[in-house]
């Protein structure tokens, strides 16, 4: 016997579950992704893209210098088209400038994070392998890193064996190694007690293929969260080192070695420095959001 409807009630229409599964659909889509990750990512991208097509994209070479073009202001503060941002003391295009800076900072930051990365972790799993003697060995060299303030080591450093590119970026990857090498060490060990690293040992593996082949992409998630948390603070550091001139040295040019060269104009011609400042708050920010939300997705004990 079929049911007599009710003639009270509102017929539901075929467009009305759609706007609900419209709906429903949006709040679930900014859920799993929030609009400041949203954004953060698109200034990343933006960043990548800048890193991958610089010379194409500046409108001029960031080493031209045209002294009849000086301390143009920028649009916005009565300057034109022709030079959106402005230029400098000596009539260099600072678009161009920052973006040629940009791609310094982001490469010297993304190389010395993954040596910071491969140091702690190689570290980390020698020290959960072998255990004993070894293990305190490298956490006396975990603690004794993590108690000494980088930032005069690395004064120190610079001032004596000189600033070179190469010895620049090396030396920004032992900042953060050891807390990567604490997580990784704690995470393999932790990885050894369960069944499938257990297994792999039981069958005759080597301790390279159980670590690297086995326990690694395990924790891949994690250290990947470290890392995005480490990005920013090399950016600030290197930014901090070029902004007292033991940094990036002329011709070449990044966010901290462009403020460094802004602070003398700074009441004159602010925008100088205030585009490549402005350029580190943004991406600091940016990478900071997205390890934030990659730990929120990732990490097991915040669920």
């Known amino acids: 016997m079929s049911a ?5 009630s509102e017929p539901t229409s075929p467009a009305s579950g759609s706007v609900f599964t419209a709906k429903a659909g949006a709040r679930a889509f900014f859920e799993a992704w929030p609009p400041m990750v949203l954004i953060a990512l698109a200034w990343i991208a933006l960043c990548l893209v800048v890193v991958a097509f610089a010379p194409q994209i500046a409108p001029y070479d960031f080493l031209a210098l045209d002294l009849r073009a000086r301390l143009i202001p920028p649009v916005g503060m009565g300057g034109d088209w022709a030079h959106p941002l402005g230029t400098d003391e000596l009539g260099r295009d600072v678009l161009s400038r920052l973006i ?11 190389l010395s994070t993954l040596i910071a990365a491969t140091l702690g972790v190689s570290l980390g799993f020698l020290a959960a392998w072998f255990r004993g003697r070894v293990e305190q060995a490298i956490l006396m ?10 930032m ?27 807390r990567i090498a604490r ?12 069944g499938y690293a257990a297994a792999v040992r039981d069958l005759g593996a080597s301790p390279w293929r159980i670590y690297f082949r086995h326990i690694l992409p395990n924790i891949a998630s994690t250290l990947i969260v470290s890392m995005s948390l480490n990005f920013p603070e090399v950016i600030l550091l290197e930014s901090g080192l070029s902004f007292l001139g033991l940094g990036v040295q ?21 925008w100088i420095m205030l585009a490549p400042a402005a350029a580190i708050v943004i991406t600091t920010l940016a990478i900071s959001v997205i390890g934030d939300w990659l730990r929120d997705r990732f990490d097991p004990t915040l669920r």
């Not at 060299?141 to 980088?150: C, S």
């Not at 997580?183 to 369960?194: C, D, F, P, V």
């Not at 002329?250 to 602010?270: C, E, F, H, K, W």
């Open 152 to 178: 005069i080591i690395a004064l120190a450093a610079l001032a004596f064996l000189g600033n070179s590119l190469t010895l620049f970026t090396i030396l920004l990857g032992f900042h953060g190694w050891e």
């Open 183 to 194: 997580i990784s060490r704690g995470l393999a060990i932790a990885a050894q007690e369960q």
């Open 141 to 150: 060299l975990i603690d004794a890193q993590a108690a000494m303030p980088f």
């Open 250 to 270: 002329p011709p070449l040019t990044s966010l901290g070695n462009m403020v460094g060269y802004g602070r003398d104009y700074i009441q004159s011609a602010p």
């Open 100 to 110: 040629q800076s940009v791609r310094v900072s982001m490469v010297i930051a993304f």
């Open 4 to 8: 007599i409807p009710d003639p009270t």
